[in-house]
């Protein structure tokens, strides 16, 4: 795998839906390897309630699920979202199966059991798929740039350097400007296992601030901060 495809790997947030946990958690684990972060889900309900919350990069989706089929799921996500890259992971081939699905706008299907080179494989192809429908370089106020898929914030052509928190906090307001980032979902994708005190939070945006246009950086008191834009 060369280089530019593992940084972009390293942007990509996925919801997994797999009702299996032997079957989910390794594929899960062996993913964290390669992306930004994997967000579980154990049934085809959970997946579509996580994926409201966090907005994915990529859905990869399991067909035969209790509460909702993978087939359902992504029937709810596609009635309001026509580019998130799916990709449903199916031991069956049935006809029926393979022709429900054929309107649902999906990347690809992967068959079980699934191997590695064919996971990244469909993520490469996914990221071709983003890559179209979504810009790598985001335009910000007064000549400032953010590079996604090379961490790089640049000021007049200039780089600014930033801390592995700024840019995560950063690519979740960039990723999510159409509205309000949640102090929750700040905890899960950038804090992640650490905890995200009031301090903590402070003085990252803070320092963030000073590197950005000012006011760019909006704070909703109770509620969590977005961009300005």
């Known amino acids: 795998m060369d280089k530019a495809l593992k940084l972009q790997l390293k942007t990509l947030r996925i919801l997994y839906a797999e009702d299996e946990p032997n079957i989910r958690k390794p594929i899960s684990d062996t993913l ?40 359902e799921f992504v029937q709810n996500v596609r009635a ?34 699934v191997t590695l080179p064919d996971l990244l494989g469909v993520l490469e192809a996914c990221l071709a798929q983003i890559a179209q429908t979504h810009p790598l370089t985001h335009g910000l106020p007064n000549d400032y740039h953010y590079d996604i898929d090379h961490k790089l914030l640049t000021h007049k052509g200039k780089e600014i ?30 804090w992640k296992d650490d905890v995200m005190t009031d301090n903590a939070i402070r003085s990252l945006v803070l320092s963030l601030r000073k590197k950005l246009p000012k006011d760019l950086i909006v704070n909703l008191s109770g509620i969590g901060y977005k961009l300005e834009t």
């Open 80 to 113: 309001k979202d026509r580019t998130t890259p799916i990709v449903l992971i199916t031991a069956h081939t049935e006809k029926e199966y393979l022709l429900s699905a054929v309107k649902l706008h999906l990347e690809q299907y992967l068959i079980k059991p």
């Open 32 to 71: 964290r390897f390669y992306v930004h972060s994997v967000i579980e889900a154990q049934d085809g309900q959970e997946a579509y309630e996580l994926y409201q919350l966090h907005k994915p990069d990529i859905i990869l989706s399991d067909i035969l699920m209790p509460k909702l089929s993978g087939i």
């Open 161 to 190: 350097r930033l801390s592995k928190k700024q840019i995560d906090f950063l690519e979740m307001l960039i990723q999510n400007r159409h509205r309000v980032v949640t102090y929750d979902e700040l905890q899960y994708e950038v």
